[in-house]
């Protein structure tokens, strides 16, 4: 899905298009062969600011009320500001993973936000844009949330970045409320205490209150500007992904109380101090002509937060949609001498792009697995009028929910959270969600940013040409919402503790019949899943483990004639946080009939708090002869009144019955 008219093969990429785009100026000696010239290149440099749930109205020259972004706006004076530019998908992971990869997180199944007891991560196999300009002598360094993967093997150290500080997730998975305060111990078996990472370890700085939030930007920033003074003799990379204005959010002292609009716009104006420190070191240390700075945020406005969340501006909804409030964010581009100044485009482009774009610059090669990005180097250097973005494809959690082209974007029927129904809430506590439900709706974003005027019945043409476009893309990268499967979708990392394997069983091609059917979202082969011979790795997405809610294990396996059992197992998982939980109880029977059974064992696994996942198999030894055997295990029923999820169904997984 890379546009053909603008992919370009950074693996060729020549000397003379790289001075190009950087403007290096060289003096040729009488030979005049470019390769013989005497100078030192200087590869540019690239700083990324990333901010976390900032509307699109957020930024003053974007239309904010009641605060004010004197650096941000400077930004935009100094260089190119897009009214058309947008993030692959309005949540915090899935968006983070496209920034750095330049694939829509649906190629890289990355969905939602990661939880902090997560198995699954960056893939390695992935190429970040770290790992990429590495390759050209670039020092890189990430400051902030990571929030793709909070295991060492997924940490920013392990994906091209040679230091990093931050957070490894959102600052709400802590165990506290949105005030700080500690008054639910079901939400404290879910997150751990929430602590500032240094490379890939944790540190002894925890943030366990509110005030320690108020101070994230100040730490961030003094690493950021420390990063860049320590790399200001060689090319560098720097990530800066700012917590704020993620929920719950507070500024330090110095800015608390400084902005008209309250707290919300206390975070802006210190986040764009910020912006100002990073632009003051780069003039102080002459690299300001020589270094790209893009300025962006990870989704729209988080807007049941109310006054403690931001603007979408004109545009519909905010994060967790489809719809152009929670996916169409404020970006800024400057490079003096280099960007245009004062520049305005209404250009498509994304996130998608950052990666080839820089590669460009840096005349480094594109990852050797497909992208979905576009270079936008010569438009962004005002070579070409016109972004080399052509369509964008709006997906959310595994959903294609739309496709833009041009001017045109169509929705497709599906249901979706919505702000516009509902009060939100205040002063740091969440209103609730509302949900509707749209139908197939054309859009002329042109005439009608807000999406407020379907005119698909007007236009048939265009309907019929943008659901061609969306067939295309799901024939490669999927779509939840018409069940199909991507046929370029390419896994994420999985952190596996025990890899599948096989294991003797006399069950295997026998017959069996389970009371109930195991939940639809967890069905894998059906029955023959348990007598498989194949005991599946402690992943239970891995589409090999079956999943009971509320209901309880009942199988019987009928073998065909009279045989010596010696052994009959039950292999389990648990992940607690996941809702799933152990047996409380397990019963094995055989029969020499199938009507009456002798129960040979009953075992007992006690229900009590345990936040590591596990796998076990329960085991039972005899030696008697037997046709039938019958395995029952009990589930747990609803989850218990320790467990954050009290009073609600409780899953119970497993995969193999063995005999042996």
């Not at 010569?378 to 973005?389: A, V």
């Not at 005119?455 to 309907?463: C, R």
């Not at 209901?551 to 648990?574: N, T, Y």
């Amino acid at each position: 899905m890379v546009n053909k008219k603008s992919s370009f093969n950074l693996k060729s990429v020549s000397r003379r298009t790289f001075l190009k785009h950087t403007g290096i100026v060289l003096s040729a000696l009488a030979t005049g062969s470019i390769w013989s010239c005497r100078a030192v290149e200087r590869l540019p440099n690239f700083i990324i600011i990333f901010t976390d749930d900032q509307g699109y109205a957020d930024v003053g020259c974007y239309g904010a009320i009641g605060f004010e972004t004197p650096n941000l706006d400077r930004m935009a004076e100094e260089g190119l500001r897009f009214t058309s530019f947008y993030v692959s998908e309005a949540v915090c992971s899935a968006s983070r993973a496209s920034l750095l990869t330049g694939c829509y997180a649906q190629r890289l199944s990355i969905r939602g936000a990661l939880m902090p007891h997560s198995k699954v991560g960056l893939n390695p196999e992935e190429e970040t844009i770290a790992e990429l300009l590495k390759k050209r002598g670039y020092a890189t360094g990430m400051v902030g949330k990571w929030h793709l993967g909070n295991f060492t093997e997924f940490f920013p150290v392990h994906h091209g970045f040679d230091e990093y500080y931050g957070l490894a997730y959102s600052n709400d998975m802590w165990p506290y409320d949105y005030f700080g305060k500690r008054t639910d111990e079901r939400k404290a078996f879910i997150y751990p205490p929430l602590r500032l990472v240094e490379n890939d370890r944790p540190t002894d700085e925890v943030v366990d209150s509110l005030e320690d939030q108020g101070f994230l930007t100040q730490k961030y920033t003094r690493r950021a500007v420390s990063f860049i003074k320590k790399h200001r003799n060689k090319p560098f990379f720097l990530y800066l992904a700012h917590s704020m204005p993620h929920t719950p959010i507070n500024a330090s002292p110095a800015f608390r109380g400084t902005s008209r609009q309250g707290l919300y716009g206390d975070v802006i104006q210190e986040i764009d101090w910020s912006v100002g420190e990073i632009l003051k070191t780069l003039e102080a240390l002459g690299l300001d002509d020589n270094t790209l700075v893009i300025f962006t945020s990870d989704n729209g406005p988080w807007r049941n937060f109310g006054n403690h969340a931001g603007s979408p501006g004109p545009f519909r909804e905010g994060k967790g949609t489809a719809w152009e409030g929670g996916v169409r964010v404020p970006c800024l581009m400057r490079w003096p001498g280099k960007i245009p100044a004062g520049q305005v485009t209404d250009e498509l482009a994304s996130t998608l792009d950052i990666l080839p774009t820089l590669c460009t610059l840096a005349g480094a090669p594109l990852p050797q697995r497909k992208i979905d990005g576009v270079d936008l180097s010569d438009f962004i250097l005002g070579q070409t009028p016109k972004s080399p973005r052509e369509e964008f494809y709006y997906f959310y959690t595994g959903e294609l929910r739309a496709v833009r082209r041009g001017k045109w974007k169509l929705v497709f029927p599906h249901r979706y959270r919505s702000y516009e129904i509902v009060e939100p809430g205040m002063n740091g506590q969440p209103g609730p969600y509302g949900y509707q439900t749209c139908g197939l709706e054309l859009y002329n974003l042109q005439d009608d940013p807000r999406e407020r005027h379907d005119v698909a019945a007007s236009h048939p043409e265009v309907v019929a040409e943008l659901k061609d476009l969306a067939q295309h893309v799901r024939l490669e990268l999927g779509d939840s919402l018409t069940g199909m499967k991507g046929k370029a979708v390419r896994p994420p990392g999985r952190r596996i503790i025990r890899p599948a394997q096989a294991i003797a069983n006399l069950a295997v091609g026998k017959k069996i019949i389970l009371a109930f059917d195991p939940d639809s979202k967890y069905f894998a082969s059906g029955a023959q899943t348990l007598i498989d011979s194949q005991l599946d790795s402690d992943d239970f997405h891995d589409g090999h483990w079956l999943g009971f809610h509320g209901h309880d294990l009942e199988a019987v396996i009928d073998l065909g004639e009279m045989m010596s059992i010696r052994k009959i197992a039950l292999s389990l998982l648990e992940d607690q946080i996941a809702w799933i939980f152990y047996p409380p109880e397990i019963e094995f029977a055989v029969s020499d009939d199938g009507q009456d059974f002798q129960i040979v064992g009953h075992q007992k696994i006690k229900v009590e708090p345990r936040r590591q996942s596990s796998v076990k198999i329960v085991e039972q030894q005899l030696s008697q002869k037997a046709r039938f055997i019958r395995v029952r295990a009990k589930n747990v029923g609803e989850c218990p009144a320790w467990h954050p999820g009290h009073g609600q169904k409780a899953w119970l997984f497993v995969d193999e019955i063995i005999i042996q």
